[in-house]
């Protein structure tokens, strides 16, 4: 079965458009791994993602639970450290916050799935290339 490591920038992305369109865009994905970080991370910043999104609550919720319902959320405790301390050299000159979904892309041998321009730039200077393009759906 395909999968792939969903990353926070395009959770954001995804949410803005709404429940309807995160149906559709979600309807022909792959199997969505991510880490749990992921739902920390839109909880702590839900004030700013309700600004960005120009939704009003009850509908960024509604979006919030299409999205929550299609992912399976990874335990970050599973990844081994090895994998870890790769993952943080990869990330740590474009943005460490990114570490968790290049560690589960790492760990699971499922491409990163972002629309982060600057983060695959990054990596792809690192020597990381593995990831999901929307054309592989």
């Not at 395009?10 to 865009?25: I, S, T, V, Y």
Request: aromatic share 10%.
């Amino acid at each position: 079965m395909r999968r792939a490591v969903f990353d926070a920038n395009l959770a954001w992305r995804f949410l803005a458009g709404g429940a309807e369109a995160l149906r559709k865009r979600l309807a022909t994905a792959p199997r969505l791994l991510t880490p749990r970080f992921l739902f920390v991370e839109l909880f702590k910043h839900k004030q700013r993602l309700l600004h960005a999104t120009r939704l009003p609550e009850p509908e960024l919720l509604d979006a919030l639970h299409v999205l929550v319902a299609r992912l399976e959320f990874a335990d970050e405790a599973l990844i081994p450290l090895g994998t870890w301390a790769e993952a943080y050299r990869l990330c740590r000159d474009v943005d460490e916050k990114d570490t968790p979904y290049v560690a589960l892309s790492l760990h699971a041998g499922a491409p990163l799935w972002t629309l982060d321009v600057e983060l695959k730039e990054g990596l792809r200077r690192q020597g990381f290339d593995h990831f999901f393009e929307p054309g592989d759906v």
